[in-house]
């Protein structure tokens, strides 16, 4: 592999997202576990970059970077929601499912926004269409789906198509 190729295949993008979701599942920062970090977030995308053919590119950078605090913030807030509804009288929940209508097509930005949706405590990403314009997400307590649609729509998928200029 020349040179060239090799920074060509790394993205900063890809090995920073890996090694913040590897810190934050294994909940550790060890120094042992974070030079495992740093070397899975290395060579993961190495062992798999050949498999990739379709290659999002992200537009906004900085855009990119709100949406990463805005996710942070929002599974902290849904933590302390979580905890109060299950606390709480359980039978006040209304579980189920909802049906997301996507607008962006770009196989990266709608893994990102099921992951999203799936790391947000109360809501978890359950399945996409094959045609890939609907993701099915279960949630722990529905008072609205429209507005629950809408809420999700605005907060993580505007953002993505803006990212990715989709």
């Not at 949406?67 to 709480?88: C, E, F, K, P, T």
């Not at 579980?95 to 949706?117: A, E, M, W, Y």
């Amino acid at each position: 592999m020349s040179h060239t190729k090799v920074i060509q295949s790394f993205n900063l993008f890809t090995f920073l997202l890996l090694l913040a979701v590897w810190l934050l599942l294994t909940n550790s920062f060890t120094p042992g576990n974070i030079l495992l970090a740093i070397l899975l977030a290395w060579f993961i995308p190495k062992l798999v970059g050949e498999l990739n053919t379709e290659k999002a590119q992200i537009k906004k950078p900085m855009r990119a970077v709100k949406y990463v605090l805005v996710m942070l913030w929002d599974i902290l807030v849904s933590n302390l929601v979580v905890a109060r509804q299950v606390l709480g009288p359980l039978h006040l929940l209304r579980p189920g499912f909802i049906t997301i209508p996507l607008d962006i097509k770009d196989p990266l930005p709608i893994t990102l926004l099921s992951s999203t949706i799936s790391l947000t405590p109360g809501t978890v990403s359950t399945e996409i269409s094959k045609d890939r314009k609907t993701l099915y997400v279960h949630a722990l307590h529905v008072e609205d789906e429209s507005e629950m649609v809408a809420h999700i729509k605005q907060r993580y998928e505007a953002p993505l198509k803006e990212i990715f200029g989709c």
